[in-house]
C-alpha cells in the first residue's frame, strides 16, 4: 500500500517502531472529526511511508489543490482553472489540474462521501 486515506493523526506512528516497519508520513489534515470528552478533536490525513519522500510532498500537494480549488471557486466544470504546476517536472504540470478533474474541490469530496 502506498497511500492510506481516513488515517488519524497520532504521533505513536509518526516514528519508526522498527526498523522493518519504519515510521509515516502525513499530509496536510482533510479532515478535522469532534473528539470524544477526553479526547481531543481527531485530525485525519493521507499517510505514506516515511521513506518514499516524493510521494509524499505529492501526496500532500495534492491535498493542498483540493483546498486550493475550493478557495479559487474551482470545480470539476472549470478545473482547466488549476494552474500548471512543475514542481514535480514538466512531464507532471497537468497532475494538479487533473486531480481536480477527477474529484473536485475539497468541499465536492465530502459532499460525494
Known amino acids: 500500500i502506498e497511500v492510506l486515506s ?3 493523526i497520532e504521533q505513536k506512528y509518526d516514528f519508526a517502531s522498527s526498523p522493518t516497519l519504519g515510521g509515516f508520513h502525513f499530509s496536510i489534515p482533510y479532515y478535522y472529526g469532534n473528539g470524544t ?5 481527531s485530525v ?3 499517510a505514506t511511508r ?3 519522500v516524493l510521494l509524499s510532498s505529492f501526496v500532500n500537494c495534492v491535498v493542498w ?3 486550493y480549488a475550493q478557495e479559487n471557486n474551482i470545480a470539476r466544470s472549470n478545473s482547466i ?3 500548471p504546476v512543475s514542481l ?3 512531464e507532471f504540470t497537468w497532475a494538479f489540474r487533473d486531480a481536480i478533474d477527477y474529484s473536485g474541490s475539497h468541499y465536492q ?5
Open 88 to 90: 514535480f517536472g514538466s
Open 109 to 113: 469530496l465530502f459532499a460525494k462521501n
Open 6 to 8: 481516513g488515517v488519524r
Open 65 to 67: 489543490a483540493t483546498i
Open 81 to 83: 482553472d488549476i494552474p
Open 50 to 52: 516515511d521513506a518514499d
Open 44 to 46: 485525519y490525513s493521507l
Open 37 to 41: 470528552e477526553g479526547d481531543d478533536v
